[in-house]
């Protein structure tokens, strides 16, 4: 027998018990679904068993790290009815692209496609292997077992990102007759995934799944097409230059020729940021340019690199940010748990706002305000500024987007853009890189560089940055006249040597411990890249340092 302590009280358990029968007995105590345990601190699947006596703490799916092991379960078993559907050939050639909202798309490569007849069926197989409650069991092959087995099952991708580990050993997933690997953790078997839809979408699939927020609830699809387009050219942009997985960019590494990629990646983006100002510079009366989107989008460069871009259209833009007129830190809003919500817009000074833009428009001199934040007041002293015929402001803040914060100012004086870093680069098929993960990276990177901050501090901020971002920002993306992906193909290869010492410094038992013990293991995946190739005005220097702008 083992002595195991759950929520201070203690009971004896037949060794070798798996972890999966004692959640059980405490689910009745959580709204949502147990996804996993931590015992003395660690996190173990509920398909492990009881060895020693421990301390044990239950995650939920309404935990990131219970949400996510959902989604990747659901994910294999979509894999395996396509595979009992269609053949193992057809599983082997589904890419899980990106999300949309609540949805994952999922691309069909080498030729393979599935009609909306063929899905359906995918779909009924996938209740069925439910209601079967098919086991998921991991086993620890080694390394060249593994790619064997990869690919004899035609998984090219897993065999060239496994050709850069340096583990001997490789965990496979098995689900009835189905192997795959992947990275993170999964639920015990087939009957814990009880909420998903699945149809047909472009030229694709949506498999679509609960949110962390209602893991118990499926939620109605959102068309996102402007998101869409977005991400299918980026991912277009990949194809061509043959990088679609970590292990291409790695074999172009190792290839030498990761100089070269840089700088077409790079030229990629300067011709979107041209074709930006084009359309800008082409519109009758555009006089204020909002630029939005979410943290560590890579704003401001962008901002920058726009604005060389208006001149040559004979342009003369002028940056503002949003951020000068916030409200005097005593009179910001609280949120729920009564802290300063200085993310909301009621932050921000919105009359006075619409009143310096208005009058801008009409030709009046307006002196602009700047926001100390040393002191948390707003404060004036500038130059005035006038609109002349040729002059154009360039605005930028998290509520650009949202109509609230400029009703005043006519439709077609404004030209909207939203940027996000969306990452379209996958581990491997079956195993996308969330583009929160890029971003947070990025913050990570950034906040040391510039504030000080802490790996650990930037870890316990995030939760709250994208409540934000969810409420503020992605409900208005689709108003953009334009998007900007800032996400490089290249970037998290330079942003590793920076972020893992930062990762590495928080300890076993520290708030972010688990967070950061997660993105090390994803950062493994990745030959390092010197950010001595960047260009100076590269949009990865806002976040590495070295840039030509003022970031």
């Not at 379960?73 to 979509?78: D, V």
């Not at 990275?183 to 998903?196: D, E, L």
């Not at 009621?346 to 602009?368: I, P, R, S, Y």
């Not at 942003?495 to 990762?503: F, H, I, N, S, T």
Request: proline share 3%; net charge negative; glycine share 8%.
């Amino acid at each position: 027998m083992v002595t195991i302590k759950i929520n201070g009280k203690e009971r004896l358990y037949e060794d070798g018990i798996k972890y999966e029968i004692i959640a059980e007995e405490h689910q009745n105590e959580y709204v949502s679904q147990i996804a996993l345990v931590t015992v003395n601190g660690k996190i173990r699947e509920l398909m492990k068993r009881v060895d020693r006596d421990c301390e044990l703490e239950f995650i939920t799916c309404s935990d990131q790290i219970g949400h996510k092991t959902y989604v990747r379960t659901a994910i294999m078993l979509m894999l395996k009815a396509i595979k009992d559907v269609a053949g193992m050939e057809a599983a082997a050639n589904v890419k899980v692209e990106f999300a949309i909202g609540a949805g994952y798309y999922c691309a069909f490569r080498n030729g393979l496609y599935l009609d909306e007849k063929t899905i359906e069926r995918v779909k009924e197989r996938m209740g069925e292997l439910v209601d079967m409650d098919l086991l998921v069991t991991k086993k620890a092959y080694p390394a060249d077992e593994a790619v064997a087995l990869f690919k004899e099952n035609g998984m090219m991708d897993k065999v060239s990102l496994f050709r850069y580990r340096r583990s001997s050993n490789i965990n496979v997933y098995c689900m009835g007759d189905y192997y795959d690997y992947f990275y993170g953790y999964m639920m015990p078997s087939t009957g814990y995934i009880k909420n998903f839809d699945l149809f047909a979408y472009e030229d694709g699939i949506i498999l679509l799944l609960p949110e962390k927020e209602d893991p118990e609830t499926l939620p109605e699809f959102v068309p996102r097409k402007k998101l869409f387009q977005t991400l299918m050219t980026t991912g277009e942009w990949g194809k061509d230059i043959g990088i679609d997985t970590v292990g291409d960019l790695n074999d172009q590494i190792c290839q030498g020729s990761i100089s070269e990629m840089i700088h077409v990646q790079e030229a990629l983006q300067e011709r979107r940021i041209s074709e930006i100002a084009r359309d800008i510079a082409r519109r009758e009366g555009v006089k204020f340019v909002m630029i939005a989107g979410p943290s560590s989008s890579g704003k401001t460069t962008f901002s920058h690199r726009l604005s060389v871009q208006l001149r040559t259209y004979g342009l003369r833009p002028h940056p503002i940010g949003l951020d000068n007129y916030y409200l005097d830190h005593d009179k910001t809003p609280l949120d729920d748990a009564g802290n300063p919500d200085f993310e909301c817009l009621e932050a921000l000074d919105v009359e006075q706002f619409n009143k310096d833009m208005t009058d801008l428009l009409a030709g009046k001199a307006v002196q602009l305000p700047t926001f100390n934040f040393k002191t948390g007041k707003r404060e004036y002293g500038g130059k005035e500024t006038v609109l002349g015929k040729g002059d154009i402001l360039v605005i930028e803040g998290i509520h650009g987007l949202n109509e609230k914060m400029s009703y005043s100012l006519p439709a077609e004086s404004k030209y909207k853009i939203y940027i996000s870093a969306l990452t379209t680069l996958n581990v491997d098929e079956h195993n996308r890189i969330p583009t929160t993960d890029n971003r947070l990276l990025r913050r990570m990177v950034r906040d040391a560089r510039t504030r000080g901050t802490s790996a650990q501090r930037t870890i316990a901020m995030w939760s709250s940055v994208r409540r934000g971002e969810e409420k503020y920002i992605f409900p208005f993306q689709e108003e953009a006249d334009a998007m900007f992906n800032s996400a490089m193909l290249y970037e998290l290869a330079v942003l590793k040597q920076y972020a893992e010492p930062l990762l590495f410094s928080i300890k076993k038992g520290e708030p972010g411990y688990y967070e950061a013990k997660r993105l090390l293991k994803f950062l493994e995946y990745f030959l390092g890249v010197s950010s001595e190739e960047l260009p100076k005005n590269s949009l990865c220097r806002e976040f590495v340092g070295g840039s030509c702008f003022d970031v």
